[in-house]
């Protein structure tokens, strides 16, 4: 059984920083990524990387501040989430793909995902 278990949400103060991490079960991905979605809004693409050490690609709205890295031996991805503002306030998504995505920066390019991790900044 596929499971994608997304960890490390929660409230955090703005400017400071959370580490969010995935770990995939069940078989090994290409690329995975992490999407957000707050209230009322799309779901947003937030960061990817392939198991090739490529497809690293960032949201405009998190670069220089989201870093994405992938642990293949371990089948995790993490998010290391730093200068953080009540913007990124969302649950936020682990997704995962066996093949080279269609897109990296779409949820159609992913067809396995988490359940989701809530993180909250506080202004």
């Known amino acids: 059984q596929v499971q994608l278990v997304e960890s490390g949400g929660g409230l955090v103060q703005a400017g400071g920083s959370l580490r969010l991490s995935c770990a995939a079960s069940?078989?090994?991905?290409?690329?995975m990524a992490w999407f957000r979605q707050a209230p009322g809004k799309e779901r947003e693409f937030v960061a990817s990387?392939?198991?090739?050490?490529?497809?690293?690609f960032y949201g405009d709205s998190v670069k220089g501040r989201f870093t994405i890295a992938r642990d293949n031996a371990r089948n995790t991805v993490s998010l290391q989430m730093d200068s953080l503002n009540a913007e990124d306030t969302a649950v936020y998504y682990c997704?995962?793909?066996?093949?080279?995505?269609?897109?990296?920066?779409?949820?159609?390019?992913?067809?396995?995902w988490g359940r989701g991790t809530q993180v909250t900044v506080s202004s």
């Open positions: 069940g078989r090994t991905f290409y690329a």
């Open positions: 997704a995962a793909e066996p093949s080279v995505p269609v897109t990296y920066l779409h949820q159609r390019g992913y067809h396995f």
């Open positions: 990387a392939n198991n090739a050490g490529s497809g690293r």
